[in-house]
Protein backbone atom coordinates (compact mmCIF):
# COMPACT_ATOMS: atom_id res chain seq x y z
CA UNK A 1 0.00 0.00 0.00
CA UNK A 2 0.93 3.96 -0.74
CA UNK A 3 2.36 5.09 2.05
CA UNK A 4 4.14 8.85 3.38
CA UNK A 5 7.41 9.31 5.02
CA UNK A 6 8.06 11.96 7.41
CA UNK A 7 11.13 13.79 6.93
CA UNK A 8 13.26 16.53 7.87
CA UNK A 9 14.46 19.55 5.97
CA UNK A 10 17.23 21.36 7.54
CA UNK A 11 19.43 22.52 4.33
CA UNK A 12 23.29 22.58 4.96
CA UNK A 13 23.73 25.11 1.94
CA UNK A 14 21.31 27.47 2.89
CA UNK A 15 23.26 30.77 1.84
CA UNK A 16 21.36 31.05 -1.90
CA UNK A 17 18.33 30.30 0.12
CA UNK A 18 15.53 32.80 1.09
CA UNK A 19 14.59 33.33 5.08
CA UNK A 20 11.82 30.73 4.34
CA UNK A 21 12.91 28.59 2.83
CA UNK A 22 16.29 27.88 5.24
CA UNK A 23 14.10 27.22 8.15
CA UNK A 24 13.67 23.82 9.02
CA UNK A 25 11.02 21.69 9.64
CA UNK A 26 9.42 18.47 8.55
CA UNK A 27 7.16 17.29 5.52
CA UNK A 28 5.65 14.04 4.13
CA UNK A 29 6.94 12.46 0.63
CA UNK A 30 4.79 10.50 -0.49
CA UNK A 31 5.57 6.37 -1.26
CA UNK A 32 3.22 5.18 -3.78
CA UNK A 33 2.06 1.73 -4.39
CA UNK A 34 3.94 -0.89 -6.71
CA UNK A 35 2.04 -1.46 -9.72
CA UNK A 36 3.14 -5.28 -10.70
CA UNK A 37 1.16 -6.07 -14.23
CA UNK A 38 -2.26 -6.03 -13.70
CA UNK A 39 -4.44 -3.32 -14.72
CA UNK A 40 -6.41 -2.35 -11.62
CA UNK A 41 -10.29 -2.68 -11.86
CA UNK A 42 -11.72 0.21 -12.56
CA UNK A 43 -15.44 1.61 -11.91
CA UNK A 44 -18.25 1.19 -15.18
CA UNK A 45 -17.96 4.98 -16.57
CA UNK A 46 -13.94 5.22 -16.44
CA UNK A 47 -14.35 1.56 -18.05
CA UNK A 48 -15.92 2.98 -20.72
CA UNK A 49 -14.33 6.21 -20.87
CA UNK A 50 -11.36 3.67 -21.45
CA UNK A 51 -12.86 1.72 -24.11
CA UNK A 52 -14.14 4.73 -26.13
CA UNK A 53 -11.05 6.30 -26.09
CA UNK A 54 -9.49 3.39 -27.35
CA UNK A 55 -12.01 2.96 -30.17
CA UNK A 56 -11.32 6.37 -31.15
CA UNK A 57 -7.73 6.07 -31.32
CA UNK A 58 -8.26 3.03 -33.21
CA UNK A 59 -9.97 4.77 -35.79
CA UNK A 60 -8.05 7.89 -36.20
CA UNK A 61 -4.78 5.64 -36.65
CA UNK A 62 -6.80 3.73 -39.26
CA UNK A 63 -8.32 6.96 -40.89
CA UNK A 64 -4.61 8.39 -41.15
CA UNK A 65 -2.93 5.30 -41.97
CA UNK A 66 0.29 6.05 -44.42
CA UNK A 67 -0.24 9.55 -43.73
CA UNK A 68 1.22 9.12 -40.13
CA UNK A 69 4.55 8.54 -41.74
CA UNK A 70 5.18 12.00 -42.66
CA UNK A 71 2.65 13.53 -39.81
CA UNK A 72 4.45 11.82 -36.45
CA UNK A 73 6.83 15.01 -36.91
CA UNK A 74 4.50 17.55 -37.09
CA UNK A 75 2.34 15.52 -33.93
CA UNK A 76 5.55 15.31 -31.96
CA UNK A 77 6.13 19.06 -32.52
CA UNK A 78 2.88 20.26 -30.85
CA UNK A 79 3.56 17.89 -27.89
CA UNK A 80 6.99 19.22 -27.45
CA UNK A 81 5.44 22.68 -27.60
CA UNK A 82 2.89 22.70 -25.53
CA UNK A 83 5.08 20.45 -22.73
CA UNK A 84 7.35 23.88 -23.01
CA UNK A 85 4.75 25.78 -22.18
CA UNK A 86 2.84 23.56 -19.10
CA UNK A 87 6.74 24.52 -17.63
CA UNK A 88 7.09 27.69 -18.65
CA UNK A 89 9.00 27.98 -21.83
CA UNK A 90 7.87 30.19 -24.45
CA UNK A 91 8.84 28.73 -28.43
CA UNK A 92 6.08 28.56 -31.48
CA UNK A 93 6.02 26.53 -33.94
CA UNK A 94 8.67 28.28 -37.33
CA UNK A 95 11.19 29.02 -34.07
CA UNK A 96 11.53 25.32 -33.15
CA UNK A 97 11.63 24.13 -36.67
CA UNK A 98 14.23 26.73 -37.54
CA UNK A 99 16.41 25.86 -34.57
CA UNK A 100 15.62 22.06 -35.46
CA UNK A 101 17.71 22.31 -39.01
CA UNK A 102 19.97 25.23 -38.01
CA UNK A 103 21.00 24.01 -34.98
CA UNK A 104 20.72 27.63 -33.57
CA UNK A 105 17.88 29.68 -31.96
CA UNK A 106 17.13 30.25 -28.10
CA UNK A 107 17.60 28.05 -25.14
CA UNK A 108 14.14 27.23 -25.47
CA UNK A 109 13.97 26.43 -28.88
CA UNK A 110 17.73 23.87 -28.78
CA UNK A 111 15.39 22.30 -25.61
CA UNK A 112 12.47 21.27 -27.06
CA UNK A 113 14.33 20.17 -30.35
CA UNK A 114 15.69 17.50 -27.95
CA UNK A 115 12.48 16.75 -26.59
CA UNK A 116 11.28 15.66 -30.18
CA UNK A 117 14.36 13.58 -30.78
CA UNK A 118 14.35 12.00 -27.69
CA UNK A 119 10.22 11.31 -28.20
CA UNK A 120 11.46 9.60 -32.01
CA UNK A 121 13.92 8.07 -30.20
CA UNK A 122 11.57 6.51 -27.11
CA UNK A 123 9.43 5.08 -29.86
CA UNK A 124 11.99 3.80 -31.91
CA UNK A 125 13.70 1.98 -29.38
CA UNK A 126 11.03 0.76 -26.63
CA UNK A 127 8.09 0.15 -29.04
CA UNK A 128 9.15 -3.64 -29.54
CA UNK A 129 7.48 -5.70 -28.14
CA UNK A 130 9.59 -8.23 -28.24
CA UNK A 131 12.21 -7.19 -25.66
CA UNK A 132 11.51 -5.68 -21.85
CA UNK A 133 11.11 -2.00 -20.65
CA UNK A 134 14.15 -1.69 -18.70
CA UNK A 135 14.92 1.15 -16.05
CA UNK A 136 18.22 1.38 -17.86
CA UNK A 137 16.15 2.75 -20.63
CA UNK A 138 14.34 5.02 -19.31
CA UNK A 139 17.37 6.24 -17.62
CA UNK A 140 18.87 6.79 -21.43
CA UNK A 141 15.09 7.88 -22.19
CA UNK A 142 15.87 11.24 -19.72
CA UNK A 143 19.50 11.46 -20.53
CA UNK A 144 18.42 12.30 -24.15
CA UNK A 145 16.03 14.73 -23.06
CA UNK A 146 18.47 16.22 -20.36
CA UNK A 147 21.64 15.73 -21.97
CA UNK A 148 23.47 18.32 -19.54
CA UNK A 149 22.47 16.34 -16.41
CA UNK A 150 24.44 12.99 -15.60
CA UNK A 151 22.74 9.86 -16.88
CA UNK A 152 20.57 7.76 -14.31
CA UNK A 153 18.09 8.41 -11.12
CA UNK A 154 18.05 11.50 -8.70
CA UNK A 155 20.13 10.61 -5.43
CA UNK A 156 18.41 13.04 -3.59
CA UNK A 157 14.93 14.41 -2.85
CA UNK A 158 13.14 16.63 -4.83
CA UNK A 159 9.68 17.88 -4.66
CA UNK A 160 7.25 19.77 -7.15
CA UNK A 161 5.71 23.20 -7.17
CA UNK A 162 5.47 25.63 -4.35
CA UNK A 163 6.00 29.24 -3.72
CA UNK A 164 9.89 28.51 -2.75
CA UNK A 165 12.81 26.43 -2.84
CA UNK A 166 12.09 23.93 0.19
CA UNK A 167 9.31 20.93 0.04
CA UNK A 168 8.12 22.23 3.11
CA UNK A 169 6.09 24.31 0.86
CA UNK A 170 6.02 22.23 -2.37
CA UNK A 171 2.86 21.32 -4.13
CA UNK A 172 3.49 17.60 -3.81
CA UNK A 173 7.23 15.85 -2.61
CA UNK A 174 7.73 12.68 -4.07
CA UNK A 175 9.07 9.51 -2.54
CA UNK A 176 12.55 9.59 -0.97
CA UNK A 177 15.61 8.73 -3.65
CA UNK A 178 16.04 5.59 -1.53
CA UNK A 179 12.68 4.44 -2.68
CA UNK A 180 13.09 5.50 -6.63
CA UNK A 181 14.95 2.43 -7.96
CA UNK A 182 12.77 -0.04 -6.38
CA UNK A 183 9.48 1.61 -8.17
CA UNK A 184 10.81 2.55 -11.33
CA UNK A 185 11.56 -1.11 -11.63
CA UNK A 186 7.95 -1.84 -11.07
CA UNK A 187 7.51 0.56 -13.73
CA UNK A 188 9.23 -0.71 -16.30
CA UNK A 189 7.57 -4.25 -15.31
CA UNK A 190 4.49 -2.86 -15.95
CA UNK A 191 5.35 -0.48 -19.30
CA UNK A 192 7.00 -3.87 -20.66
CA UNK A 193 3.48 -5.88 -20.16
CA UNK A 194 0.94 -5.04 -22.98
CA UNK A 195 -2.01 -7.07 -21.84
CA UNK A 196 -5.47 -5.35 -20.74
CA UNK A 197 -7.09 -1.66 -22.33
CA UNK A 198 -4.09 0.26 -23.38
CA UNK A 199 -5.59 3.59 -22.92
CA UNK A 200 -5.89 2.61 -19.00
CA UNK A 201 -2.24 1.36 -18.96
CA UNK A 202 -0.63 4.69 -20.78
CA UNK A 203 -2.92 6.39 -18.11
CA UNK A 204 -1.59 4.64 -15.12
CA UNK A 205 2.13 4.12 -16.31
CA UNK A 206 2.28 8.34 -16.91
CA UNK A 207 0.72 8.86 -13.55
CA UNK A 208 3.02 6.57 -11.75
CA UNK A 209 6.04 7.99 -13.61
CA UNK A 210 4.96 11.62 -12.48
CA UNK A 211 4.53 10.65 -9.05
CA UNK A 212 7.94 9.11 -8.31
CA UNK A 213 9.55 11.87 -10.41
CA UNK A 214 12.64 9.82 -10.99
CA UNK A 215 15.11 12.09 -12.11
CA UNK A 216 16.41 15.48 -11.22
CA UNK A 217 15.02 17.01 -14.00
CA UNK A 218 13.16 16.43 -17.15
CA UNK A 219 10.92 14.60 -15.86
CA UNK A 220 7.16 15.60 -17.41
CA UNK A 221 9.10 15.45 -20.69
CA UNK A 222 9.65 11.54 -19.88
CA UNK A 223 6.74 10.86 -18.69
CA UNK A 224 4.95 12.21 -21.79
CA UNK A 225 7.02 10.16 -23.79
CA UNK A 226 6.60 7.56 -21.97
CA UNK A 227 2.45 7.54 -22.72
CA UNK A 228 3.39 6.74 -27.01
CA UNK A 229 5.73 4.01 -25.80
CA UNK A 230 2.80 2.19 -24.25
CA UNK A 231 0.39 2.72 -26.77
CA UNK A 232 2.73 1.54 -29.40
CA UNK A 233 3.68 -1.54 -27.47
CA UNK A 234 0.15 -2.69 -27.57
CA UNK A 235 -0.48 -1.74 -30.91
CA UNK A 236 -3.37 0.51 -30.04
CA UNK A 237 -1.54 2.65 -32.44
CA UNK A 238 0.63 1.32 -35.43
CA UNK A 239 0.38 4.45 -37.94
CA UNK A 240 0.09 7.54 -35.71
CA UNK A 241 1.40 9.13 -32.95
CA UNK A 242 -1.40 11.02 -31.36
CA UNK A 243 0.00 14.14 -29.03
CA UNK A 244 -2.55 13.10 -25.87
CA UNK A 245 -0.34 15.16 -23.54
CA UNK A 246 -1.14 18.20 -25.96
CA UNK A 247 -4.67 18.23 -23.94
CA UNK A 248 -3.18 18.83 -20.26
CA UNK A 249 -1.35 21.95 -21.94
CA UNK A 250 -4.80 23.02 -21.90
CA UNK A 251 -5.89 23.21 -18.30
CA UNK A 252 -2.69 22.46 -15.81
CA UNK A 253 -5.22 22.46 -13.01
CA UNK A 254 -7.41 19.81 -14.63
CA UNK A 255 -4.20 18.17 -15.28
CA UNK A 256 -2.60 18.10 -11.73
CA UNK A 257 -5.83 17.67 -9.84
CA UNK A 258 -5.92 14.12 -12.01
CA UNK A 259 -2.50 13.55 -10.75
CA UNK A 260 -3.67 14.37 -6.89
CA UNK A 261 -6.70 12.17 -7.59
CA UNK A 262 -4.79 9.27 -8.43
CA UNK A 263 -2.47 9.72 -5.05
CA UNK A 264 -5.50 9.95 -2.74
CA UNK A 265 -5.39 6.76 -0.52
CA UNK A 266 -7.84 5.43 -1.41
CA UNK A 267 -6.70 6.60 -4.53
CA UNK A 268 -9.57 7.95 -7.12
CA UNK A 269 -8.39 6.07 -9.98
CA UNK A 270 -11.38 6.61 -12.04
CA UNK A 271 -10.95 10.58 -11.85
CA UNK A 272 -7.36 10.12 -13.58
CA UNK A 273 -8.92 7.34 -16.21
CA UNK A 274 -12.11 9.65 -17.45
CA UNK A 275 -9.85 12.61 -18.05
CA UNK A 276 -7.33 11.22 -19.78
CA UNK A 277 -9.63 9.01 -22.10
CA UNK A 278 -11.36 11.94 -22.38
CA UNK A 279 -8.02 14.07 -23.37
CA UNK A 280 -7.18 11.14 -26.17
CA UNK A 281 -10.68 11.51 -27.45
CA UNK A 282 -9.61 14.91 -28.28
CA UNK A 283 -6.57 14.82 -29.47
CA UNK A 284 -7.18 11.91 -31.75
CA UNK A 285 -9.74 14.08 -33.50
CA UNK A 286 -7.54 16.87 -33.75
CA UNK A 287 -4.64 14.89 -35.35
CA UNK A 288 -7.05 13.36 -38.17
CA UNK A 289 -7.86 17.12 -38.78
CA UNK A 290 -4.48 17.51 -38.87
CA UNK A 291 -3.87 14.87 -41.56
CA UNK A 292 -6.94 16.32 -43.73
CA UNK A 293 -5.70 19.61 -43.47
CA UNK A 294 -2.16 18.84 -44.44
CA UNK A 295 -3.65 16.85 -47.74
CA UNK A 296 -5.67 19.53 -48.74
CA UNK A 297 -2.86 22.13 -48.00
CA UNK A 298 -0.44 20.01 -50.13
CA UNK A 299 -3.09 19.75 -53.28
CA UNK A 300 -3.43 23.81 -52.90
CA UNK A 301 0.32 24.77 -52.91
CA UNK A 302 1.11 22.32 -55.86
CA UNK A 303 -1.90 24.45 -57.51
CA UNK A 304 -0.41 27.74 -56.73
CA UNK A 305 3.15 26.65 -57.83
CA UNK A 306 0.99 26.05 -61.22
CA UNK A 307 -0.81 29.09 -61.47
CA UNK A 308 2.59 31.08 -60.99
CA UNK A 309 4.60 29.42 -63.95
CA UNK A 310 1.56 29.83 -65.58
CA UNK A 311 1.48 33.70 -65.09
CA UNK A 312 4.81 33.56 -65.66
CA UNK A 313 5.46 31.72 -68.65
CA UNK A 314 7.48 28.98 -67.29
CA UNK A 315 7.02 25.90 -69.42
CA UNK A 316 5.79 23.46 -68.80
CA UNK A 317 3.60 25.34 -66.27
CA UNK A 318 2.71 21.34 -64.09
CA UNK A 319 6.45 20.27 -63.19
CA UNK A 320 7.42 16.97 -64.48
CA UNK A 321 6.97 14.10 -61.66
CA UNK A 322 10.82 13.97 -61.11
CA UNK A 323 11.12 17.89 -60.87
CA UNK A 324 13.58 18.84 -58.02
CA UNK A 325 10.50 21.70 -57.15
CA UNK A 326 7.88 19.02 -57.18
CA UNK A 327 9.88 16.73 -54.58
CA UNK A 328 10.50 19.99 -52.42
CA UNK A 329 6.48 20.42 -52.13
CA UNK A 330 5.99 16.83 -51.54
CA UNK A 331 7.87 16.85 -48.62
CA UNK A 332 7.35 20.08 -47.18
CA UNK A 333 4.71 18.69 -44.15
CA UNK A 334 8.52 17.11 -42.88
CA UNK A 335 10.78 19.54 -43.94
CA UNK A 336 8.94 23.30 -43.40
CA UNK A 337 12.29 24.92 -43.10
CA UNK A 338 14.65 24.22 -46.39
CA UNK A 339 17.93 26.10 -47.08
CA UNK A 340 20.15 25.75 -50.22
CA UNK A 341 22.51 22.89 -48.61
CA UNK A 342 19.39 20.54 -47.38
CA UNK A 343 17.77 20.53 -50.37
CA UNK A 344 20.69 20.00 -52.98
CA UNK A 345 21.84 16.83 -50.17
CA UNK A 346 18.01 15.16 -49.69
CA UNK A 347 17.69 15.78 -53.42
CA UNK A 348 20.42 15.23 -55.05
CA UNK A 349 20.69 18.06 -56.98
CA UNK A 350 23.30 21.06 -57.43
CA UNK A 351 23.75 24.02 -55.31
CA UNK A 352 22.57 26.12 -58.00
CA UNK A 353 19.18 24.17 -58.83
CA UNK A 354 18.03 24.13 -55.13
CA UNK A 355 18.58 27.73 -55.22
CA UNK A 356 16.60 28.41 -58.17
CA UNK A 357 13.57 26.15 -56.74
CA UNK A 358 13.52 28.09 -53.43
CA UNK A 359 13.42 31.19 -55.52
CA UNK A 360 10.44 30.01 -57.33
CA UNK A 361 8.93 28.79 -54.90
CA UNK A 362 9.05 31.91 -52.92
CA UNK A 363 8.12 33.68 -55.71
CA UNK A 364 4.76 31.74 -56.13
CA UNK A 365 4.21 32.67 -52.30
CA UNK A 366 4.46 28.86 -51.43
CA UNK A 367 7.60 29.60 -49.27
CA UNK A 368 8.40 32.42 -47.31
CA UNK A 369 11.98 33.96 -46.62
CA UNK A 370 13.87 34.17 -42.97
CA UNK A 371 16.60 36.49 -42.58
CA UNK A 372 19.09 37.17 -39.50
CA UNK A 373 19.19 40.01 -37.24
CA UNK A 374 21.56 41.16 -40.21
CA UNK A 375 19.27 41.24 -42.69
CA UNK A 376 21.24 38.07 -44.06
CA UNK A 377 18.88 35.43 -45.86
CA UNK A 378 18.94 32.29 -43.73
CA UNK A 379 15.91 29.92 -44.81
CA UNK A 380 12.71 29.48 -46.00
CA UNK A 381 10.12 28.21 -44.27
CA UNK A 382 6.71 26.78 -45.40
CA UNK A 383 4.57 29.13 -43.35
CA UNK A 384 1.06 27.47 -44.17
CA UNK A 385 2.43 24.00 -42.89
CA UNK A 386 3.88 25.37 -39.74
CA UNK A 387 0.85 27.24 -39.11
CA UNK A 388 -1.38 24.23 -39.38
CA UNK A 389 0.59 22.81 -36.52
CA UNK A 390 0.18 26.11 -34.18
CA UNK A 391 -3.52 25.81 -35.08
CA UNK A 392 -3.76 22.36 -33.83
CA UNK A 393 -1.36 22.52 -30.77
CA UNK A 394 -4.16 25.54 -29.60
CA UNK A 395 -7.12 23.53 -30.61
CA UNK A 396 -6.18 20.56 -28.47
CA UNK A 397 -5.73 23.18 -25.25
CA UNK A 398 -9.15 24.90 -25.64
CA UNK A 399 -10.91 21.72 -26.36
CA UNK A 400 -12.87 22.82 -29.62
CA UNK A 401 -12.02 24.19 -33.25
CA UNK A 402 -12.44 27.87 -33.08
CA UNK A 403 -9.04 28.95 -31.65
CA UNK A 404 -9.62 32.25 -32.48
CA UNK A 405 -12.52 33.66 -29.94
CA UNK A 406 -11.74 30.94 -27.63
CA UNK A 407 -8.11 31.22 -26.89
CA UNK A 408 -5.86 29.28 -24.70
CA UNK A 409 -4.81 30.79 -21.95
CA UNK A 410 -1.33 29.85 -22.14
CA UNK A 411 0.27 29.43 -25.98
CA UNK A 412 1.64 30.50 -28.93
CA UNK A 413 -0.10 33.42 -30.48
CA UNK A 414 -3.26 32.54 -33.17
CA UNK A 415 -1.19 32.28 -36.81
CA UNK A 416 -2.29 34.75 -39.30
CA UNK A 417 -5.72 32.98 -40.98
CA UNK A 418 -4.40 33.32 -44.48
CA UNK A 419 -1.33 31.52 -44.00
CA UNK A 420 -3.67 28.85 -42.06
CA UNK A 421 -6.55 28.82 -43.99
CA UNK A 422 -9.93 28.63 -42.25
CA UNK A 423 -9.59 29.21 -38.35
CA UNK A 424 -11.86 25.85 -37.55
CA UNK A 425 -14.28 27.88 -36.30
CA UNK A 426 -17.01 24.98 -36.02
CA UNK A 427 -15.87 22.71 -32.98
CA UNK A 428 -18.08 20.08 -34.39
CA UNK A 429 -15.02 19.58 -36.97
CA UNK A 430 -12.99 18.55 -34.28
CA UNK A 431 -15.53 15.38 -33.29
CA UNK A 432 -14.38 11.96 -33.31
CA UNK A 433 -13.18 10.53 -36.42
CA UNK A 434 -16.36 7.76 -37.47
Known amino acids: ?139 QLQHVIEPGLEAGLRTEQNWVGGSGWSPLRADFVPPPESEVRRLVDDLSRFVTATHGNPVVRAAIAHAQFETIHPFIDGNGRTGRALIHTVLRRTDALRNTLIPISTVFAGDVNDYVAGLTAFRKDPPRLDEWIIGFANAAELAAGNA ?108 NRVGAGDTEHQRPRRGPAVPDPKQAGLLRANPKDHAAPE
Open 288 to 395: VRLSDDIAALDDEVRDTLVRYRQTEGVSPATPRRDAVILRILNALATEPVLTIETVAARHRVSPAAAHRALVQLAEAGVLGRNKDHKGKLICWTADRHLALVALTERS
Open 1 to 139: MAFYVDLLWNPHDAAHLSRKDRAPGRYRAYVPDELGEQLPQLGQEAQQAAEDALAVLTRADERIGARGGYLNHLLIRSESISSSWIEGNRVTPKKLAIAELLQQGTRVALDVVSNVRATEEAIASLADRERPVTTADLE
